[in-house]
């Protein structure tokens, strides 16, 4: 038995799979987990990897260190999205954070994976009971709370590729919501889907920030389960140095993926990419 994401371009990421755990229909997905057998268990959302067990720090250790680390002082997060924990988990290793908020539009999501998933040590069985010290639950649309919070260090938005549903958190009038909730310095990052596959996207999306923070970059890493290098774009407000990371906060953490002694290497993107992003 095989699960199979397709992705443009007829390009396929597949895993063998023991069986499947869970199929249901929310609101807004399908929802489905397998039992890999060599990548434990994958959590899949409209027929999409969202993550596998073995492996997933690989995509959420880069989507949440460089820009904690890159802040100065990241006190107060929100997190957009997010609802297998694991961004939220990552968030709160950092000692300086003092709030942190995830807002996560689909329940079905933060419940199947507190029960069938666990990557977050139990930190989501807590946040729906409201036991959490310093994170907050809110179920309820990203952009609409976006619209009426503000005073955040870092948003992290871990959202679903950039197409279909989550269009709208690709958009430049997300990204000037986005850049009115944060504080100076501030610092927003985002997934921004696969660097070959969905280049269009990127380019794009890199565009439109570009026309609302004060400084844009991108960088890619590759991540397991998806068609690899994953990209990420990060939009500045105010006085950061995205390209600098603090070491001594980031010898605390002991990472596994992500590296910040070697920060400057995630950087690195094809050639043409490259040239394309900075005609830009």
């Known amino acids: ?8 371009r007829g390009y396929g990421v597949a895993f063998r799979v023991k069986r499947k755990i869970l199929e249901e229909q929310s609101q807004y997905q399908k929802i489905e987990v397998y039992e890999t057998e060599g990548f434990g268990k994958l959590l899949a959302l409209d027929g999409t990897v969202q993550l596998v067990t073995e492996g997933e720090k690989s995509y959420h250790e880069p989507l949440v260190h460089p820009v904690m680390l890159a802040h100065p002082n990241p006190r107060r997060i929100l997190v957009i999205g997010g609802g297998d924990g694991g961004t939220l988990r990552e968030v709160l290793r950092h000692e300086e954070v003092e709030e942190a908020i995830m807002v996560e539009i689909d329940k079905k999501v933060i419940e199947v994976s507190a029960e069938y998933i666990g990557i977050d040590e139990g930190l989501l069985k807590k946040l729906m009971k409201g036991e959490c010290e310093r994170a907050k639950l809110i179920i309820g649309d990203g952009v609409e ?12 938005v871990d959202s679903t590729d950039p197409v279909g549903p989550a269009e709208m958190l690709f958009s430049e009038e997300f990204y000037r919501m986005a850049y009115e909730a944060l504080n100076s310095p501030g610092i927003y990052v985002t997934q921004a889907g696969s660097v070959y596959l969905f280049t269009d996207e990127l380019t794009g ?39 600098e990371v603090d070491i001594d906060r980031a010898k605390r953490l002991k990472l596994e993926y992500y ?18 992003l900075q005609r830009l």
């Open 259 to 276: 590296d910040p002694e070697n920060h400057k290497s995630l950087f690195q993107m094809p050639k043409y990419i490259r040239e394309e």
């Open 205 to 243: 999306a890199y565009k439109r920030m570009k026309r609302v923070f004060d400084n844009v970059y991108y960088y890619s890493f590759p991540v397991i389960g998806y068609a690899s290098p994953w990209a990420f774009l990060v939009g500045v407000k105010g006085d950061v140095d995205f390209e």
């Open 145 to 156: 709370f976006l619209k009426q919070n503000k005073g955040f260090d870092v948003i992290i």
């Open 1 to 8: 038995m095989e699960f199979i994401e397709w992705y443009p």
